[in-house]
């Protein structure tokens, strides 16, 4: 059964520095691992999907790293801001054969102060 | 806009009363989803729908019922709900199984 952990759970960082949120899977058999960020009373906004074929993908200032043979995968994002502030969870796939389920982390909080 | 609508955004009720959350996707997804977070829990699929007249249990599936009668609808009915099933629920849907998921905005739902 695969399981998914985000360390720390909390993260809080002054403006402008480098967010390294940290996301680690068990079962290296996935099919693509997503990156989502949470807001306060909202819904999930997809951030990145890296399918399994791939090392990393990147969007502006966020870039995401994955590392099946490690059970690893890394989200960096440049230059924090405060509206960065939200809760960040990272998601495993293991595609069809298991109806396209994701298998979430606990979330990483992160505080950007201005 | 694309978008995932669910619908009641809250809703408070009691025990045993029957009640359907509605979902609703504009992008012509195959893939839909039931997903429930709970606190330490995290989010967790309860049911999932490859396609119309296709559906299947996820993790959670006690409880609780779906149809697909249609692509863009995924109703999830709690036929006789209890309080732990008070939770956020989300659903979810995907072109694809390597598509990004896009989520809806979640529905607060309270058993007394």
Redesign the interface.
Known sequence: KQEVTQIPAALSVPEGENLVLNCSFTDSAI??L?W?RQDP??????LL?I?SSQREQTSGRLNASLDKSSGRSTLYIAASQPGDSATY?C?A?P??AA????T????TRVLVKP | EAQ?TQNPRYLITVTGKKLTVTCSQNMNHE?M?W?RQDP?L????IY?S?NVEVT?K??VPEGYKVSRKEKRNFPLILESPSPNQTSLY?C?S?L???????????TRLSIL
Request: charged fraction near 15%; hydrophobic fraction near 30%; avoid cysteine.
């Open positions: 099919y693509n997503q989502f009373g909202k819904g999930l906004t997809s999907l399918q969870l998601a796939g595609g069809r109806g396209n389920k994701l979430f982390g606990g979330g | 995932v893939y989803s997903y330490g995290g989010l967790r699929q999932y490859m299947d996820g993790d989300f979810a995907s694809a199984g390597a598509q990004p998921q896009h989520f809806g905005d979640g």
